[in-house]
């Protein structure tokens, strides 16, 4: 079982609807969440963090975290066709006692919104 | 404030040869990952460096090493390098505060081994 996992699409919604990308992780000690857009050619730029369980906004961008199913979302509104890029989610697995940072990557989902 | 920055931003290389990758990280910021994704194996994490030391390493061989210097900034190095090294190397870096610890991407280096 891959650590993330992310269907690879692609996901296809026409203008103005709502994009809902899902993830699911595997370690249960994970404690930060992120999700990345990566443009063609392009590198991940951040666009949501997540730590508590529950719904965090940020303009059209809504995360959601569900730790006890480990489960985690993002969900776009009013998709525009600049939004059309691949979304990788990403786990942090803090290990041990101190503060290290190993992000652990699904294999994106490519969205495609539809003029 | 200035992004992370990556140097150089392409590179072609043969095999056998040996590369270097710089990283200069957003200022301020104490910590620096190195990630290689390709089409096949998607970003797959290579190390962390954190105050000049390896905190945290990834399932690569030997042949891929870094350094971090005392002012946060970091090289990589890929010894004999291999068809399978061609790959986007990218460095992220981050303030280092604990749990909610934010990584920032820089550009990334696009490295071909022919």
């Known amino acids: 079982q891959k650590e993330v996992e992310q269907n690879s699409g692609p996901l296809s919604v026409p203008e103005g609807a709502i994009a809902s990308l899902n993830c699911t992780y595997s370690?249960?000690?994970?404690?930060?969440f992120f999700w990345y857009r990566q443009y063609s050619g392009k590198s991940p730029e951040l666009i949501m963090s997540i730590y508590s369980n529950g719904d965090k906004e940020d303009g059209r961008f809504t995360a959601q975290l569900n730790k006890a199913s480990q489960y985690v979302s993002l969900l776009i509104r009013d998709s525009q066709p600049s939004d059309s890029a691949t979304y990788l989610c990403a786990v942090n697995l803090h290990l041990g006692g101190g503060a290290t940072n190993k992000l652990i990557f699904g294999t994106g989902t490519l969205l495609a919104v539809q003029p | 404030k200035a992004g992370v920055t990556q140097t150089p931003r392409y590179l072609i290389k043969t095999r056998g040869q040996q590369v270097t990758l710089s990283c200069s990280p957003i200022s301020g910021h104490r910590s620096v990952s190195w990630y290689q994704q390709t089409p096949g194996q998607g970003l797959q994490f290579l190390f962390e460096y954190f105050s000049e030391t390896q905190r945290n390493k990834g399932n690569f061989p030997g042949r891929f090493s870094g350094r971090q210097f005392s002012n946060s900034r970091s090289e990589m190095n890929v010894s004999t390098l291999e068809l399978g090294d061609s790959a986007l190397y990218l460095c992220a870096s981050s303030l280092a505060t604990g749990p909610t610890d934010t990584q920032y991407f820089g550009p990334g280096t696009r490295l071909t081994v022919l």
């Open positions: 370690d249960r000690v994970s404690q930060s």
